[in-house]
């Protein structure tokens, strides 16, 4: 089958099947053989993993995966790309589609009949307006997981790779930086898909962390609390705790527990680090 990396083979593709893109479903397909070597490399794909599509749209990344993997399992919404997929990557036999919202599926079952419930590798390029739900779905549900190496508004990657005191640091960030190690290691431009996106994006790799880097008490708990701290993200920390209704926390315990934790009773959320986040939720 002709590399779908190169943009007039897709394009062949795309007019053979008349195929209309769905805005709704964010679909911008690659077509930059540079930039799919590139996530190979960054996913380091070995003929021992089970990989993890989500979305493979025409099937173009699922090749390369599919010739480096033991074994590729891809979900794709839009059953308009079934039999278009089933064309593309008809001579692989280690690929299995699944025609399925990601957002619906029980991964964890999937990871288990197919990886006997060891840990996969995750590689997408993923769709845009659904990018946070699918990746705190996947640490919070805990799916078993060595990596995730998805393609991602720039903007996002930023979020989640930031540190404390910059203005992309946000509930994002700490929930990534709490399972991950995560890294930026390309930027990709509009030109590199079709149709071209209207914002920059990133390829990140984020490399599950066996124990998590901070050690708390309650992981609900803590991310309650740093929802709260982030959606009022002008105002102070002890304002935003106290105003989230469901936290039922008072002025006088949360500037105890700063005071507790040698901080200034005006501080703000967007200053603490994961770790402040851990001891706060402790003391909470
Ligand atoms: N992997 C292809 C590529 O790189 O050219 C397509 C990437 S495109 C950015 C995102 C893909 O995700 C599309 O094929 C789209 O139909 C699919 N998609 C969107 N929402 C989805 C969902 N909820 N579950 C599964 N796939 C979804």
Redesign the pocket.
């Known amino acids: 089958m002709a590399n779908l990396g190169i943009p007039r083979n897709t394009i062949e593709i795309l007019q053979r099947y008349h195929f209309n893109f769905?805005k709704k479903?964010?679909?911008?397909?690659?077509v930059d053989v540079n930039v799919l070597d590139r996530i190979i490399a960054a996913a380091e794909i070995t003929r021992e993993d089970c990989v993890l599509e989500?979305?493979?749209?025409?099937g173009?990344?699922t090749q390369y995966l599919a010739e480096s993997a033991r074994e590729v399992v891809a979900?794709?919404?839009?059953r308009n790309?079934i039999p278009i997929l089933e064309d593309t990557l008809s001579g692989y036999d280690n690929v299995t589609v699944i025609n399925e919202?990601?957002?619906k599926l029980d991964i964890r079952k999937i990871v288990e009949e197919r990886n006997g419930g060891e840990p996969v590798k995750v590689v997408?390029?993923?769709?845009y307006y659904?990018t946070t739900p699918i990746i705190m779905g996947l640490f919070e549900s805990k799916v078993p997981l060595k990596s995730i190496t998805i393609m991602v508004q720039k903007e996002v990657a930023d979020r989640m790779q930031v540190g404390p005191g910059t203005k992309d640091y946000g509930a994002l960030s700490l929930a990534v930086q709490y399972y991950a190690k995560p890294e930026i290691v390309a930027n990709v431009p509009p030109n590199c898909f079709i149709p071209r996106p209207n914002v920059g994006s990133a390829v990140i790799r984020l490399t599950r962390y066996d124990t998590p880097t901070v050690r708390v008490q309650d992981e609900r708990k803590m991310f309650s609390l740093i929802r709260a701290s982030f959606n009022q993200r002008r105002k102070t920390l002890v304002n935003g705790l106290c105003n989230a209704a469901e936290l039922r926390l008072s002025k006088e315990r949360v500037t105890g527990v700063l005071e507790e934790m040698g901080l200034p009773p005006a501080i703000r959320g967007e200053a603490l680090t994961l770790e402040q986040f851990a001891r706060l939720s402790d003391l909470l």
């Open positions: 769905q479903y964010g679909q911008n397909f690659l989500i979305g493979p749209g025409i173009t990344m979900v794709e919404i839009d790309l919202d990601i957002l997408a390029n993923l769709p659904i």
